[in-house]
């Protein structure tokens, strides 16, 4: 089975983030790492190909500087990765990302892609449907558990309440949560080994995508500002009053 992962470098959800002068995600002043579903998703993959063979492919778009995420996930374990790395892809909505991430698994054998749920810059939650709707492939998202017989794969899509089970014929494109597994940490051997696996660097020339980044986005930011300042709260003082204070307090803010 040909596994293929999408990940992406993003700036530690842990710190603050800015924007730059475009109102992008600041990456250079952050301290950059692998997306936290992306983790997810790579250990799923490891685990199917552990049980059932074939070969792990990480797939990401990005600046030189994702080359520190692609290493990590060969450290991982997996088999080898595909890097786009193009100046003109900066400022890309999701649509145009989800064509190139199309145009470079069009070029690519592959029975299963797997993406975090979500990415922990953007929070959008969309690519795996996107690049589902370009492929023609069937999406089967936000998923806690994955099996497959090689043929077609199930997974327990999670609800707030449960899960259901959905089932579809291979190729496939599966998003996953973090109830799924548990990552597991690249060991010496693996960092070591990670240094003669094969990269290969794509730019949008070679997949033949000849418009990209902000003037190629369907949407476009005119303005941003810094989320005001917490304010001190208010105190009410019961001499009597206090409830009364406190409903009309609540009344005036619309809770009540």
Same mark, same amino acid.
């Given at each position: ?14 710190? *603050?983030? /800015? ?10 002043? !952050? ?46 374990? $997996?088999?080898? !990765? ?16 989800? !064509?190139?991430? $199309? ?11 797997? !993406? ?18 370009? +492929?023609?492939?069937? *999406?089967? %998202?936000?998923?806690?558990?994955? &099996? ?5 794969? +199930?997974?327990?899509?999670?609800? *707030? ?20 597994? +548990? ?27 000849? /418009? ?10 005119? #303005? *941003?500002?810094? /989320?005001?300042? /917490? %304010?001190? #709260?208010?105190?009410?003082?019961? &001499?009597?009053? #206090?409830?009364?204070?406190?409903? #009309? ?8």
């Amino acid at each position: 089975m040909n596994i293929v992962v999408l990940v992406k470098q993003v700036p530690d959800s842990g710190l *603050a983030r /800015r924007l730059d002068a475009q109102y992008r995600v600041d990456r250079n002043g !952050a301290n950059n790492v692998m997306g936290e579903l992306d983790e997810y998703a790579v250990e799923a993959a490891l685990q199917l190909k552990e049980a059932h063979g074939g070969e792990v492919t990480v797939l990401t778009l990005g600046p030189g500087q994702a080359t520190d995420t692609v290493r990590k996930t060969l450290a991982m374990g $997996a088999d080898k !990765a595909v890097h786009v790395e193009d100046d003109a892809v900066g400022g890309s909505d999701a649509l145009t990302t989800s !064509a190139i991430l $199309a145009a470079v698994l069009g070029r690519i054998e592959w029975d299963l892609v797997i !993406a975090g749920a979500e990415s922990t810059d953007s929070g959008m939650g969309v690519m795996p449907h996107l690049v589902a709707a370009r +492929t023609g492939a069937p *999406a089967l %998202t936000g998923a806690r558990k994955i &099996e497959t017989d090689g043929a077609s794969i +199930t997974v327990e899509h999670q609800r *707030a309440n449960g899960y259901d089970v959905l089932n579809a014929n291979l190729p496939a494109i599966v998003s996953v949560w973090d109830t799924i597994n +548990t990552p597991r940490y690249p060991s010496l051997k693996g960092i070591m080994a990670a240094k003669r696996k094969p990269v290969e660097t794509l730019t949008l020339a070679d997949l033949g995508i000849d /418009r990209a980044g902000a003037d190629a986005a369907a949407n476009e930011v005119v #303005g *941003a500002a810094d /989320r005001p300042a /917490r %304010t001190a #709260g208010r105190i009410v003082t019961d &001499e009597g009053q #206090g409830g009364a204070e406190l409903a #009309g307090f609540l009344a005036a803010e619309k809770f009540i």
